[in-house]
């Protein structure tokens, strides 16, 4: 983790692009909830700007903002405990990007995988900001100075740039200023999979809606959705490394241990030796009990927008609070003249 000279701090961000799945919710927001009740000062944004590295319909952005607010907070984030905002309302984080695209290297931001996949064979028709979108990023994070940034793995690489930033800024203007982080990346479920076909990562874009497990989905859906998942004939293993070559049988277990909030071994020393004709009803069970209040809380969270808005205003009043020193500070040691 970050010198201990910087106080403990989470921060971490989703995009509102709409299609809210079980990956999400596993992926980020249950160790966002773990980390808020752990008693860190905990930031999370709703990366709008990031959004817009790519087209939005305007109207869906706005829908998907709000929608994601709720998601954040019927998940379990309690706005007076940890700063919920989107990310536009603190115009600090584009400023401190534009510094960063000052200080990171075009040779860096060649190297980054989720570009090359993003862009594909029309990198030259793409957006700037796509490009640039790790120079963001790390703007966001280091914007708090923050300590802790609970991400997926697929955005290891993005972390490691920011921390790339950091030494190359610190070491520019001699300072010890912006915080060395480490990713957090933890947990039995870090990357849920396809339920339809477990080497593939779950998806709001496959064609497939029994691919996935959507967190607007109603308990009778979630059940479904579980009864069809993919399965193998055979039985499951007493150990994880049985799993081993058997993608989603892996896969069905990792869900089951995240919603539990165990371990893969401890549930296979459970159900090790069951059929999944077996184990698929306990699963029902479990992710019904601990989704279905989400989405109906999401549900009824919707129907007051504007109440969603006066909470993420507040979340963003209070993120400047603690953003426009840092980025003060950040002028004044590169010697931007500010009246």
């Known amino acids: 983790m970050s010198?201990?000279?910087?106080?403990?701090?989470?921060?971490?961000?989703?995009?509102?692009?709409?299609?809210?799945?079980?990956?999400?919710?596993l992926g980020a927001l249950k160790k966002f909830v773990t980390m808020q009740n752990d008693g860190i000062e905990a930031i999370y944004c709703m990366v709008d700007l990031h959004a817009i590295t790519v087209w939005q319909d305007p109207e869906d952005l706005r829908k998907n903002t709000r929608e994601l607010a709720a998601f954040f907070i019927a998940s379990g984030l309690d706005p007076q405990k940890s700063i919920l905002f989107n990310q536009s309302q603190v115009p600090e984080h584009a400023q401190l990007g534009w510094v960063f695209n000052t200080v990171a290297r075009m040779g860096w931001l060649n190297r980054m995988t989720q570009f090359k996949d993003k862009a594909g064979k029309n990198k030259e028709k793409v957006?700037?900001?796509?490009?640039?979108?790790?120079?963001?990023?790390?703007a966001d994070i280091l914007l708090y100075h923050a300590t802790h940034v609970p991400v997926g793995d697929d955005q290891k690489q993005h972390l490691e740039l920011t921390r790339d930033i950091a030494i190359k800024f610190n070491h520019d203007y001699k300072v010890d200023f912006f915080p060395v982080i480490e990713p957090v990346i933890e947990g039995p479920a870090t990357r849920v999979m396809s339920l339809r076909d477990g080497s593939k990562k779950m998806s709001k874009s496959d064609p497939s809606d029994l691919s996935r497990i959507n967190m607007s989905d109603d308990a009778d859906m979630i059940a479904k959705k579980l009864r069809k998942a993919k399965t193998d004939p055979d039985a499951l293993p007493s150990e994880a490394a049985g799993l081993n070559d058997r993608p989603e049988a892996k896969n069905l277990v990792s869900i089951y241990a995240a919603l539990a909030e165990t371990s893969v071994d401890a549930v296979l020393s459970d159900v090790g030796g069951k059929q999944?004709?077996?184990f698929k009803p306990m699963l029902v069970d479990l992710a019904v009990e601990k989704l279905s209040p989400i989405s109906g809380e999401m549900s009824r969270l919707m129907e007051d927008t504007a109440e969603i808005d006066r909470v993420l205003a507040q979340g963003a009043t209070r993120a400047r609070a603690i953003a426009s020193p840092i980025l003060d500070k950040t002028y004044d040691i590169m010697g931007l003249v500010r009246s």
């Open 3 to 25: 010198d201990s000279k910087f106080a403990p701090r989470v921060f971490s961000g989703i995009q509102p692009s709409g299609g809210l799945t079980l990956g999400n919710y």
């Open 127 to 138: 957006s700037v900001g796509l490009f640039s979108y790790p120079t963001l990023m790390a």
């Open 276 to 278: 999944f004709s077996e």
